[in-house]
């Protein structure tokens, strides 16, 4: 199965793109696709084996669900492996540069919406992670 890949690059130092990318304090500023929906709470365990619970819910109230997943292998300030709660993989890597602190996403699609589609969410939840962290350097 083939992977879909998005990234961005965030002009920030990849201690600080790190610490907002895992500190559960700060996933609740960015972890949503569109400006409708919230991450009212989430739960970090940072350790190989640990898990993250990211509430994933419409402002409205009127759908929530919890998104999930186990560390597998991590490298502090470099990249994440993770089995996503249905049993997809997914890895981030946190890269710098001269322009800041690339941030890349590879992750298995799911069989429910087309990829472009999958590829289309998950960037504007990048999109909305590099606006916070440039925000709050």
């Not at 993250?52 to 919890?66: I, Q």
């Not at 890895?91 to 919406?113: A, I, L, R, W, Y």
């Amino acid at each position: 199965m083939a992977f879909i890949t998005i990234e961005s690059t965030i002009n920030a130092p990849i201690a600080s793109v790190w610490e907002k990318w895992t500190s559960p304090e700060h996933v609740q500023h960015w972890n949503f696709a569109s400006p409708d929906w919230h991450c009212p709470s989430a739960k970090t365990d940072l350790q190989v084996g640990g898990e993250f619970h990211y509430e994933m819910a419409a402002r409205d109230g009127s759908m929530s669900f919890d998104f999930w997943g186990t560390f597998k292998e991590i490298e502090e300030q470099k990249s994440l492996d993770i089995l996503i709660g249905d049993g997809r993989k997914m890895k981030v890597t946190f890269t710098s540069t001269e322009m800041g602190t690339k941030v890349t996403e590879q992750f298995e699609p799911e069989n429910q919406n087309p990829e472009d589609m999958q590829q289309a969410g998950w960037q504007m939840i990048l999109d909305n992670f590099k606006s916070y962290a440039e925000s709050t350097i």
